[in-house]
């Protein structure tokens, strides 16, 4: 059935292991993020077999649907009308709020279990995390009175909003937070989460400052790429998934529409330039399961455009290749695949 997204298990394994490896060669622990595949159970159990040492997603739903004895972590800041679910269905959460973290804590207390906080703190990339030096502290004394939870660490996340590349000198402010916190309060903070696949490069040179004992890694295991520079890493697969879609239209067409020029299917006013007469065809996947521009096709054929159902592609004179119900490869990028697994309409295929 197509389309459909190949999945190639043992090359996630394999990028799985030797992210997993790099980790523990350097005495650091690995959260492994399975938002982009919406978790998907084939490639949880992989990531079960592999013994990493957490399972990671952004979604609560996601981590609903997994059962296994590693400890599960909620990357996105919870909701407050969600808290239940939180508790229930994930062991450790990353916070800022301390409005939240009281609300996760009597969300334990009916559930009568301890739920582990991982305190988020914005170095500067200013997405989630507590910006202010004051509020770290006082943000801890307050979590430390609630008798359901457990501050288990800290952590930061770096080139997602801004863009900012973590360096061992923004990495060890954490270490500053770290070693702040656990002399104020007399406590020992069990996990140091120092980012993402951005601190990869950091963590193969061995720059991770001492003190930060955890990544959280996603695109580094789906791609193997790290996404501070966006460099593709060696002993790793970029094509554990690939799509496959079919050919649903093959014809010569100009490449101007014919009549005066209104809006396209999404509102905006289209703008074409003449290339004459080129031989198209149309694939059976469109802009509600990906966008095109994310697409590299296998073949030597232009992406050409696409609406909510269609994508178009100029085939040149390669029509001899083509039939009707052929289909085409694509590589696939890290936002492709999230958007691909997200569709309904994209059947799986494991290989
Ligand atoms: C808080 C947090 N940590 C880690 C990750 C993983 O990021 P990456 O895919 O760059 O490894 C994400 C995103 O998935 C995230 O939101």
Do not use: W
Request: with cysteine; hydrophobic share 40%.
């Amino acid at each position: 059935m197509y389309p459909r997204i190949i999945i190639n298990k043992e090359k996630f394994r394999h990028n799985l292991k030797y992210m997993l490896n790099s980790c523990h060669d350097r005495g650091l622990t690995m959260m492994a993020v399975s938002k982009v595949f919406c978790a998907d159970h084939e490639l949880i159990n992989i990531m079960v077999e592999e013994q990493v040492d957490y399972i990671a997603d952004s979604r609560i739903e996601n981590l609903t649907g997994i059962s296994s004895v590693i400890p599960k972590v909620l990357l996105r800041l919870p909701s407050i009308g969600k808290t239940d679910q939180v508790v229930k269905h994930s062991d450790i959460s990353l916070n800022s709020e301390i409005a939240t973290i009281k609300a996760l804590n009597k969300s334990a207390e009916i559930l009568n279990k301890i739920h582990g906080i991982i305190l988020m703190i914005d170095l500067g990339d200013l997405r989630e995390g507590i910006f202010d030096e004051e509020e770290v502290s006082d943000t801890v004394k307050k979590i430390l009175k609630l008798n359901n939870i457990k501050l288990k660490g800290i952590g930061t996340n770096l080139t997602c909003y801004g863009g900012v590349i973590p360096t061992p000198k923004i990495l060890q402010k954490l270490v500053d937070y770290k070693n702040m916190i656990e002399s104020e309060f007399n406590i020992s903070l069990e996990i140091i989460s120092g980012g993402n696949s951005s601190n990869i490069e950091l963590l193969l040179a061995n720059r991770i400052p001492e003190g930060i004992n955890n990544i959280r890694l996603g695109e580094s295991i789906v791609l193997g790429r790290e996404t501070a520079f966006g460099n593709y890493l060696d002993n790793t697969y970029a094509d554990v998934f690939t799509l496959e879609t079919d050919i649903i239209e093959i014809k010569e067409k100009p490449s101007i529409p014919i009549g005066d020029i209104g809006m396209n299917a999404f509102g905006k006013v289209p703008i074409f330039s003449d290339k004459g007469i080129s031989l198209r065809a149309i694939l059976a996947v469109g802009n509600q399961d990906v966008d095109y521009k994310e697409l590299t096709p296998y073949d030597t054929v232009d992406l050409i455009g696409s609406s909510s159902d269609h994508i178009i592609v100029n085939i040149g004179d390669t029509h001899n290749i083509y039939e009707i119900g052929d289909t085409m490869l694509f590589r696939l990028t890290y936002a492709s695949i999230l958007s691909l697994m997200t569709s309904k309409y994209v059947t799986k295929y494991y290989e």
